[in-house]
């Protein structure tokens, strides 16, 4: 199966910060999420995001699918944007990286 | 819109006992949905795909016997956990989606189910 690595594994940020979380994978893919869970686990879609870029609010993600990898762009953070961010592909079913950790300290 | 309801949100029980998990779309039909499960501090494995009507695949490493899933309609699917161990405990979430399989189609999750058996 297709394989998603996400990095950085862990991030700590002070408020107001900006951040670059990374998603690639190996091979070509029909589609690809961004999720956020959060500390209740509650996974929230952030993107439906294949290919291209798309913005909402603080947050936006860029797509290159033809080099295989896709970036989550977190801007002004917030203490309620610390979770777990997962990028997922999907290639007839959803393959989820190991998720990158942020944590924003007041 | 595309909101998918998981209930119970959480169950304790006794180790022996089943355990039933409801998934439902609420504004949408689901011809697929999905059930994972997650352990603590990692990410999200697949362990079936159902479509209405027939028979839910299952993925590798996943006990058919022991993960019951039903998709009777196009708004319901359950996964029932027979005889349940301690083992058993981990956080079940479920998805939904509009399309054949996911092609093209974003999932929309639920929110969870911790199970924990004693």
């Known amino acids: 199966g297709i394989q998603v690595e996400q990095s950085p594994p862990d991030l700590i940020l002070q408020e107001g910060a900006n951040s670059t979380l990374r998603c690639n994978f190996s091979?070509?893919?029909?589609?690809l999420q961004w999720f956020h869970q959060n500390p209740w686990g509650q996974l929230i879609n952030l993107f439906y995001?294949?290919?291209g870029t798309k913005q909402n609010g603080r947050l936006s993600a860029t797509t290159v699918a033809t080099e295989r990898y896709s970036l989550l762009y977190i801007s002004s953070s917030q203490t309620t944007d610390s979770g777990v961010y997962f990028c997922?592909?999907?290639?007839?079913?959803?393959?989820f990286g190991a998720g990158t950790t942020v944590t924003v300290r007041a | 819109g595309a909101v998918v309801s998981q209930h119970p949100s959480w169950v304790i029980c006794k180790s022996g006992t089943s355990v039933k998990i409801e998934c439902r779309s609420l504004?949408?039909?689901?011809?697929?949905m999905f059930w994972y499960r997650q352990f603590p501090k990692q990410s999200l494995m697949l362990m079936a795909t159902?479509?209405?009507?027939?028979?839910?695949?299952?993925e590798q490493g996943v006990e058919k016997d022991k993960f019951l899933i039903n998709h009777a309609s196009l708004t319901l699917s359950t996964l029932t956990v027979t005889s349940a161990h301690p083992e058993d405990s981990s956080f079940y979430i479920c998805?939904?989606?509009?399309?054949?399989?996911?092609?093209?189609?974003?999932?929309?999750f639920g929110d969870g189910t911790r199970l924990s058996i004693l």
């Open positions: 998805s939904a989606s509009g399309g054949e399989g996911t092609l093209g189609q974003p999932q929309h």
């Open positions: 091979d070509s893919v029909n589609n």
């Open positions: 995001i294949p290919s």
């Open positions: 997922a592909v999907d290639d007839y079913k959803l393959s």
């Open positions: 504004d949408f039909q689901a011809t697929t």
């Open positions: 159902s479509n209405e009507g027939s028979k839910a695949t299952y």
